[in-house]
């Protein structure tokens, strides 16, 4: 049975559990990883934020040993600065950009850039609207308000009618992966 890579509530209180959890989550890199690191991010974040300062997201993958990418030379922290440019906040999907360079599985920059692109109000997550101006600008085809619904319907894992970065991943590039 494959590895869930995803903790009760109380489990990111547990060090030692999550730990294992994260060390877990590097090999295979997947939706679950990425659902896990998401966890991590969000018990972080201010209430009603999806963002944490670049300081904390930092501190935070210091913590869980996210540290250099590349051959192991380059603080990730540059990285990261690289990512956010001047922003003092730091989203979930600059944060697992990161976290994927760190181990050497990089997600390509695309996803994340599209993603931010698409999220018009900048809540972390594509409403139906959102997801119909997506599937507009990627494909020639013509798509009704069903064909969108079906889409979100088949995406979106925790039910709640919209479509977040791992969800995201998960459809357009773990698939292929």
């Not at 295979?28 to 904390?56: W, Y």
């Not at 698409?118 to 600008?137: P, R, T, Y």
Request: some cysteine; aromatic content about 12%.
């Amino acid at each position: 049975m494959a590895h869930q890579n995803t903790l009760p509530s109380n489990g990111l209180d547990d060090p030692k559990s999550l730990a294992a959890e994260i060390k877990a989550a590097r090999d295979p890199f997947n939706f679950n990883s990425v659902r896990l690191f998401q966890q991590i991010f969000d018990k972080e974040c201010q209430e009603n934020s999806r963002h944490l300062t670049f300081n904390a997201a930092v501190s935070l993958l210091t913590k869980h040993d996210f540290k250099y990418y590349g051959d192991g030379k380059y603080p990730l922290s540059h990285y990261l600065r690289e990512v956010v440019g001047s922003r003092t906040t730091v989203s979930f999907p600059n944060f697992v950009q990161a976290i994927s360079m760190s181990i050497s599985k990089p997600i390509p920059l695309g996803y994340k850039e599209g993603f931010e692109d698409m999220d018009l109000d900048h809540n972390g997550k594509l409403d139906a609207k959102e997801v119909f101006n997506m599937m507009k600008k990627i494909s020639d085809s013509c798509y009704s308000w069903a064909d969108v619904e079906d889409f979100l319907a088949s995406t979106d894992m925790d039910h709640d009618g919209k479509m977040d970065y791992a969800e995201m991943l998960k459809a357009f590039y773990f698939s292929q992966s």
